[in-house]
């Protein structure tokens, strides 16, 4: 059974930083692009941004470039998501997201796995 635990949501102010990290099995991450997508109250689920599995590829929402970087650290099977700048708009449950292909098809058409969330409220 693949697990995605995700951590580093809470609550923050409008240009505010927070981390999100979502830990991995190791026979999980090793194959799989991973990536993060949001869902606020009474919207569909959004993609937020992808890597691939050997970090050379990324993808951004546009709602999110020059704000949020994603990366991984392959050696401790987690992902991150570094949140800067944020925004109320920002304020959805995070998923964590596996895919057994590439980051762009993680993108585009979902995930084979996905966490439980994590919530992220930006509010004043």
């Known amino acids: 059974q693949v697990q995605l635990v995700e951590s580093g949501g809470g609550l923050v102010q409008p240009g505010d930083s927070l981390r999100l990290s979502c830990a991995t099995s190791?026979?999980?991450?090793?194959?799989?692009?991973m990536g993060w997508f949001r869902q606020a109250p009474g919207k569909e689920r959004e993609f937020v941004a992808s890597?691939?599995?050997?970090?050379?590829?990324?993808y951004y929402a546009d709602s999110v470039k020059g704000r949020f970087t994603i990366s991984r650290d392959n050696a401790k099977n987690t992902v991150y998501l570094q949140m800067n700048s944020l925004k109320s708009e920002d304020t959805a449950v995070y998923y964590c997201?596996?895919?057994?292909?590439?980051?762009?098809?993680?993108?585009?058409?979902?995930?084979?796995?996905w966490g439980q969330g994590t919530q992220v409220t930006v509010s004043s």
């Open positions: 890597i691939s599995r050997s970090d050379d590829a990324t």
């Open positions: 997201a596996a895919r057994r292909d590439s980051p762009y098809r993680l993108m585009m058409l979902g995930a084979d796995y």
């Open positions: 190791g026979r999980t991450f090793s194959n799989c692009a």
